[in-house]
């Protein structure tokens, strides 16, 4: 009714939905329903009342609650958590029901059925976050429950939520079985430790007068990283997953639990008297002990070459600690740089610092960067692979779909020509060659070998998983995108890893399985074509046709000239796995 007033009020919200609803839906829907209803009723309405809540509306695969202040929200689901983990402990795996939570304390719209706004929409986007069976909450939340409830938090730094402005600050409760709520489903648990020296690479702290000069600090860090990751030797956990520690105040122990490495380098890089000083200091992320500690300074005007002798020099000290009996060829072999022009190595880190951001105008600043390190230096071989992954990103993105095929096609061989020690060059040259070109058999020839030169780059794993599907060998491709995985368990963008994980599976004809990498992917982009595609075709495969036909009119919403011609078909080289994509797609409502 016109002029009625809208009733608004400080509320603590609680989000929760039940992880992997759709699985269990597929697998049992009237025994879901069921077990559902009652862990509802026995394990969350008690605990809402008794904490003074309201149990505002069943959403279907979970519900929304509102409490009088954050700390009965934040008791009442511990309280739930803690009943429903009971109520379901005798059943298998598979078929257990666990909720995800998320706690905000905001202003709210007040309805009779219903609550709106950012307070609500906060919650619902920390619940996405969280573990099955854990909870996050936001800084708001937290600030007014620390000290005044019986767990302890973990603080997760700054999440930027879908659809919300800016990044909310986010905290995990850290619950009496020791799970933490975490962004990323492989860090539930510490991972083991591998069988030979492993080493995660933090990013310095920037001291080098000011923000501006960050590309290279982290493009420092980045080839530290490089470098010892060219050591078989040892096991090297990948920058994307060392990065989301950065500005952040870290616990070396949980870094290690996290990432599951024995060593960990910090370090920082500042600016005095005309020197640059580079200090670093090796961790052992089990003990907490300190094993090595050095100091490098370099005189401003130097020549290029002491730049990149100072950098040498701190890789070499950092693996003579973790292991002294490396081989001095190999000690030689991580010094070599694959160029010594400043310039070059500038617009590269530069390049670097944008590509890593992951949007339609970084990707095309990075582009441009890459290629002007090539045209200061045609003979640096890694701006040619990276300029080739710009073009990737562009279509599988579809922020472009008129890539030059001459263009990439040039690229390609002069990374191929020039670049056969460069594993990052040949991955990025081997997924274009069977992406553009259909040439998977010496796609697979070269990205086999980045991935003997440099068995820790995450990217090539990854890159080997997507030609592997691409030539229909799935089970290679899910061990490569497994290995990606576990070098890099903590990236940003492990999206990408998800969606080539589900279309592996689904080139395996294991549709269920396809699923559910899918629906990761989708958890953290729900917009990502890839990844959509997989959930239509797996689930018309399946005969779940109204969930594929969803599927389609999301994607074909995201890109209105979406077609099964115009998809990964076109990618894949055997004729009946062309035959089992397109026939599942187009029972799935997608044009031809």
């Known amino acids: 009714m016109a002029g009625e007033r809208i009733e608004r009020r400080l509320a603590a919200v609680v989000a929760a939905d039940v992880a992997g609803y759709s699985r269990l839906m597929h697998k049992d829907e009237e025994a879901t329903h069921t077990r559902l209803a009652s862990l509802l009723a026995e394990g969350v309405a008690p605990a809402i009342a008794e904490h003074r809540g309201r149990f505002v509306k069943n959403t279907g695969d979970g519900f929304l609650a509102e409490f009088p202040s954050a700390v009965e929200a934040v008791r009442a689901a511990l309280q739930f958590q803690t009943r429903t983990k009971e109520l379901t402990a005798g059943e298998i795996e598979e078929r257990r029901i666990a909720f995800r939570v998320g706690v905000n304390i905001g202003d709210v719209i007040i309805e009779a059925h219903d609550i709106f706004g950012d307070g609500v929409n906060i919650a619902a986007r920390l619940e996405s976050i969280a573990e099955p069976g854990g909870i996050c909450i936001s800084s708001f939340a937290y600030d007014q429950v620390r000290g005044k409830v019986p767990v302890e938090f973990v603080d997760l730094g700054e999440q930027n939520l879908k659809n919300i402005d800016r990044p909310v600050r986010t905290y995990a409760a850290k619950l009496k079985d020791g799970a933490v709520s975490v962004p990323d489903p492989w860090a539930k648990k510490p991972l083991a430790l591998p069988d030979k020296p492993s080493i995660a690479v933090l990013p310095f ?321 729900p917009d990502w074509p890839p990844a959509l595609r997989v959930i239509a075709a797996s689930n018309s495969v399946l005969g779940f046709y109204s969930e594929a036909q969803r599927a389609i009119a999301k994607l074909c919403a995201l890109i209105p000239d979406e077609r099964i011609s115009t998809g990964l078909v076109n990618y894949l080289k055997r004729q009946q796995d062309k035959e089992h994509y397109s026939n599942a797609l187009r029972k799935a409502g997608l044009q031809a």
């Open 205 to 525: 702290e920037n001291m080098l007068g000011g923000p501006g000069q960050e590309y290279f600090t982290d493009g420092m860090v980045e080839d530290i990283i490089t470098a010892l990751s060219r050591f078989r030797s040892l096991f090297v956990i990948a920058r994307n997953s060392t990065f989301i520690y950065k500005d952040r105040v870290v616990d070396i122990k949980q870094v290690g639990r996290e990432l599951g490495v024995r060593y960990v380098l910090e370090g920082s890089v500042r600016k005095a008297a005309g020197r640059i000083r580079i200090t670093g200091q090796l961790i052992d992320a089990v003990t907490g002990s300190h094993l090595w500690a050095d100091k490098f300074d370099h005189h401003v005007a130097d020549d290029v070459e002491n730049i990149f002798d100072l950098q040498d020099g701190l890789v070499a000290r950092v693996v003579g600690a973790i292991a002294p009996r490396i081989e001095q060829a190999e000690i030689e072999r991580a010094k070599q740089k694959s160029t010594i022009s400043l310039d070059a190595y500038d617009l590269y880190l530069r390049g670097l610092s944008s590509w890593n951001r992951w949007t339609k105008d970084d990707n095309d600043q990075a582009k441009k960067l890459f290629y002007a390190a090539i045209d200061h230096d045609p003979e640096f071989t890694t701006p040619y692979g990276l300029a080739i992954s710009c073009y990737i990103m562009d279509r599988s993105s579809h922020w472009s779909n008129h890539q030059d095929k001459r263009e990439i096609a040039r690229l390609i061989h002069r990374a191929r020509d020039i670049g056969m020690d460069d594993p990052i060059a040949l991955c990025w040259a081997a997924h274009a060659m069977a992406m553009f070109f259909g040439e998977n058999d010496e796609a697979i020839s070269l990205v086999t070998r980045a991935t003997e030169l440099d068995t820790n780059l995450s990217v090539a794993w990854a890159r080997a998983g997507w030609i592997n599907a691409y030539a229909g060998d799935a089970d290679r491709a899910i061990d490569s995108v497994h290995r990606a995985i576990r070098l890099n368990p903590l990236d940003p963008r492990i999206f990408l890893a998800y969606s080539a994980m589900a279309f592996a599976h689904f080139i395996g004809r294991r549709e269920a399985e396809a699923i559910e990498w899918a629906i990761k992917a989708l958890r953290l982009k």
